[in-house]
């Protein structure tokens, strides 16, 4: 992709508008907690401090609206603690140009490394040096950068005290992402229907099973039916793909045909009865229609073998799905573990050392922004302009590890600035509103971002950058130079931030074939294990598979959203092309999608084992992890052991027509992918 057409996507998608559901209840929410900290802090202590004090409370709001599955009154202490730390230490070296840059970078440079700890943890980080930049240039004596602090961290202390005593909506990100995992699965059982291998994406079963971690607190306040749904909705997931597939499961054309097509149909009602009520946390509903579908004793004369198996266990999980979608309670004990934020520090310091590396794209990112910042507040302290900050805040709060985020967010940064700046200036200047006043119209803009926040970066910096105008304002800034000073010092902050990514880049192209690579080899592990067990049953509840499974899902969404990025880079093709990339996934996805099949039918504990199975895992082990090494050298991977087992198997292996299919469909599904990257050196 050109240079040309690249910043055309980028800047289209930052300038975006998405219709999504608005949530008013907790923008009204977070307004009032800023409402009740500017209000008491301005009649108390004055407008320097209600700025300062508002801006914690303002970003511990937002903190609490990431998409991240911890208490959120503990996500707005973090936020406001650690503004109140970075505002007060900037503040005792904001006197000293060259000491305070030193801080400047450091703490950059860590907001930067703090993307490797998750979004959240990155926004939170980033939002803290943006802030810092404003807020330090508010206290006037290092007592009062002391109060300043305070107040800050009040604010994220009111915060997280309105969303303990004005809850909205207990539980409801939970809720939201197992019921659209149950609605996911309801909707993948009728596609298949009438597209016997429909593919399924699984990101809505990696996200409710983010979702399934709490803390020991939240162990204890977890509705129980948030528990043990998520687990079954894995286990229909292969059934429903058995049942379906006419290469282990029903004829394509007949009765059996038929009444598979009847049994998936009705499967997608309970599921999503299960889905609604999970959602509401209301009792489930379940149709008749699709109960005596699934009931009737006509299953078991009509299909037969692996069909009529994967039919009656079907009909199981259905009914352990909604017994466990049913509103009842729950022990601690039976809660997937999640550390709490203390615990977390370690583990979020060791993920940010293992980005110390020179290829990782998250250092580059903390290398670029650290560099950005300090040119960003030099530039803007020697342009005599005044308000030089502007400029460093605008290239921290849009600069991402990847190419498409920064440059879609600076445009975005930029256009809302310019039209939030200019509307709150023409504001101020026609009506001449008071103190209080322009303390009411900043929280009223804190209400529209809020509530506009996942519809798009551009309509939320609308808001922002009428709120900083109506804040500063508040505090004294004079509004006759904002729309010059701020859109100006926003633009260069914008173009400073996409030069660092032109200059010192982190380009997901080269890297898409180590993606693919490590996609097989997990693919690989995940195949061996599931045949592993028919040399050695253990029951369809195995861990080793579900580890294997979850590591294959985690390879898959990684390589996913590598092309995603690598489709709006600039650069040219230096490891696969579209057409190879494509091509490629579908292999991956049929060789994934094979297993899946055979692990719908592992045998029961005690079952008749297939010892040459042990052989079959072997060969798929050694090939995928051969083949991953050769797409990392650009070599066209070759199958020949794994081939010579397939062979020796139709030749004298076992009477067991599902491995014996499977063997024969994976090693199609591998030479599809060498035919894929074949010629892409």
């Not at 904002?482 to 010092?489: A, E, P």
């Not at 660092?500 to 592990?525: F, H, N, Q």
């Not at 592993?532 to 899902?553: F, I, K, T």
């Not at 592992?602 to 199975?613: C, I, K, M, T």
Request: net charge positive; aromatic share 6%; with cysteine.
């Amino acid at each position: 992709m050109s240079w040309l057409r690249a910043l055309k996507e980028t800047a289209r998608s930052g300038l975006s508008v998405e219709r999504r559901r608005l949530e008013p209840a907790v923008a009204a929410r977070g307004a009032l907690g800023l409402a009740l900290v500017v209000g008491v802090s301005l009649a108390w202590f004055g407008p320097a401090v209600a700025a300062s004090s508002a801006f914690g409370a303002f970003q511990a709001a937002i903190a609490t609206f990431q998409r991240s599955y911890r208490p959120r009154p503990t996500l707005a202490l973090a936020s406001g603690a650690s503004l109140a730390v970075s505002t007060f230490l900037g503040y005792l070296t904001g006197a000293r140009l060259l000491l305070f840059l030193v801080l400047l970078g450091v703490w950059t440079f860590l907001s930067g490394l703090a993307w490797a700890a998750g979004p959240t943890v990155g926004l939170i980080a980033s939002s803290n040096v943006a802030i810092m930049l404003v807020t330090v240039t508010l206290p006037t004596s290092v007592a009062t950068a002391a109060g300043h602090a305070a107040m800050i961290a009040v604010g994220g202390l009111v915060q997280a005290g309105l969303i303990v005593l004005l809850p909205v909506r207990r539980w409801g990100v939970q809720r939201d992402a197992l019921a659209d995992a149950l609605a996911a699965e309801a909707d993948y059982a009728r596609r298949l229907r009438y597209d016997p291998i429909a593919a399924f994406d699984p990101v809505p079963l990696m996200t409710a099973r983010s979702a399934a971690a709490v803390t020991p607190r939240q162990a204890r306040r977890r509705p129980a039916e948030l528990h043990g749904a998520r687990g079954l909705a894995e286990r229909i997931r292969p059934v429903l793909a058995s049942l379906a597939d006419p290469a282990v499961g029903a004829a394509e054309e007949g009765p059996e045909r038929d009444r598979v097509r009847e049994l998936l149909g009705a499967a997608g009602a309970p599921l999503d009865a299960c889905a609604h009520a999970i959602r509401h946390g209301d009792p489930v509903e379940l149709p008749p229609a699709a109960l005596a579908a699934l009931r009737t004793p006509d299953t078991g004369a009509i299909l037969s073998g692996a069909p009529r198996r994967a039919a009656a266990r079907l009909a199981a999980l259905l009914g352990d799905v909604v017994e466990t979608a049913e509103p009842r309670t729950e022990t601690a004990a039976a809660a997937r573990s999640r550390p709490t934020l203390v615990r977390l520090v370690p583990v979020a310091l060791a993920r940010m050392r293992a980005e110390l590396r020179h290829e990782s794209p998250i250092l580059r990112h903390a290398i670029r922004v650290t560099a950005v910042a300090t040119v960003g507040y030099l530039l803007g302290t020697a342009l005599p302009l005044g308000h030089g900050y502007w400029a460093p805040l605008a290239s921290v709060m849009v600069m991402r590890p990847d190419f498409s985020q920064t440059y879609g967010r600076s445009v975005a940064r930029f256009g809302g600035t310019l039209v939030g700046v200019a509307v709150a200036t023409g504001v101020v200047q026609a009506g001449q509103p008071g103190t209080y006043a322009l303390a009411a119209l900043a929280v009223l803009c804190a209400f529209g971002m809020y509530l506009l926040m996942r519809t798009g970066y551009a309509v939320t910096q609308v808001c922002v950058g009428a709120y900083v105008v109506f804040l500063l304002g508040m505090a004294g800034e004079g509004a006759a130079q904002t729309v010059r000073d701020r859109v100006l010092l926003t633009l260069l902050g914008g173009v400073l931030a996409m030069l660092s990514y032109a200059v010192y880049p982190a380009w997901e192209t080269p890297r898409l074939r180590g993606r693919l690579a490590d996609w097989l080899k997990a693919s690989g592990r995940y195949a061996a294990s599931v045949v592993d067990h028919y040399a050695q049953p253990a029951g369809p509840a195995c861990p080793d598979v579900r580890e294997a499974l979850l590591e294959a899902r985690g390879s898959r969404i990684a390589w996913q959203e590598g092309v995603a990025r690598a489709g709006h880079e600039p650069v040219r093709h230096r490891g696969l092309s579209h057409a190879a990339a494509g091509d490629a996934e579908h292999a991956l996805a049929q060789f994934g999608r094979v297993a899946m099949l055979l692990e719908a039918h592992l045998p029961e504990r005690g079952a008749p084992a297939v010892p040459e199975a042990e052989a079959l895992a072997e060969a798929l082990r050694r090939a995928t992890e051969r083949g991953a090494k050769e797409l990392r050298e650009r070599k066209a991977p070759r199958w020949d052991d794994l081939r010579e087992t397939v062979a020796a198997w139709d030749a004298a292996g076992p009477d067991h027509f599902l491995l014996r299919k499977g063997a024969v469909l994976l090693l199609e599904a591998l030479d599809e992918l060498s035919s894929a990257v074949h010629g892409e050196d």
